[in-house]
């Protein structure tokens, strides 16, 4: 399906019944990489899978910025009139998700971010040489963007008023450290490191991550329906 927002098309797919769920994914990747996930979340909840502009089925772009993707799912979310979804980001998703739940309070009921960073400089250092590398040799957008941003801010993260998840492989591209200083600094967030794990292995074409997501997801409802009830 194709939705034109904040100018631009962006195509998205949409599965299953219950409470909203968002999926965006890394990168120079497009929904796809949730097609395990995505069904097996989909018993339970309606799963949106979003390719990010300049992505998959979405519109091109000649250039990229983690603030234009923010927008697309802030309206995103407007057009389609979901109500307080949970967003689910990997990677560039993650970054994506944090900045969003830091511009629009209230937008989202909680927020999963997995192996996200806050500076490029946050990414161990081999992976930031391997891009200046790469990007040196064949310019590339998609690689630039992470070279030059994201640049969120602890102010930022404080200002973040949903309850938020971090995740981390322990092999991850992201330091387990840089993960841990995202969930503290978050008021109320929270941390999970897998074991033995790296960036992709337990997301990509991959169900490891769906029972977390499921059981943060319970949390908030639980949360939700006693709060109702005072």
């Not at 219950?18 to 979340?41: M, R, V």
């Not at 161990?124 to 891009?131: D, E, H, L, P, Y």
């Not at 997301?203 to 991550?209: A, D, R």
């Amino acid at each position: 399906m194709k939705i034109h927002v904040n100018g631009i098309d962006i195509h998205y797919e949409a599965e299953g019944e219950g409470p909203p769920i968002i999926l965006l994914h890394g990168n120079g990747e497009d929904h796809t990489i949730f097609d395990y996930l995505a069904e097996d979340l989909g018993t339970r909840f309606t799963v949106y899978s979003i390719d990010t502009r300049g992505h998959g089925e979405s519109e091109r772009v000649d250039s990229f910025h983690y603030s234009d993707m923010t927008e697309d799912v802030a309206a995103f979310i407007t057009e389609l009139g979901l109500k307080r979804p949970v967003l689910y980001g990997f990677s560039d998703g993650g970054i994506v998700g944090l900045m969003l739940a830091a511009k629009y309070p209230g937008m989202l009921s909680g927020l999963i971010a997995s192996g996200a960073n806050l500076t490029p400089k946050d990414m161990k250092w081999t992976s930031r040489a391997s891009m200046r590398l790469t990007n040196a040799v064949r310019k590339d957008p998609l690689t630039e963007l992470m070279i030059r941003e994201p640049n969120i801010t602890d102010e930022d993260l404080l200002s973040i008023d949903v309850p938020v998840l971090i995740t981390v492989g322990e092999r991850d591209i992201i330091p387990v450290s840089h993960a841990e200083h995202i969930a503290d600094t978050i008021p109320g967030g929270n941390l999970i490191v897998l074991p033995k794990e790296n960036h992709y292995s337990y997301i990509v074409h991959s169900y490891k991550i769906s029972p977390i997501i499921s059981w943060f997801i319970d949390g908030i409802i639980s949360a939700d329906a006693a709060e109702d009830d005072l």
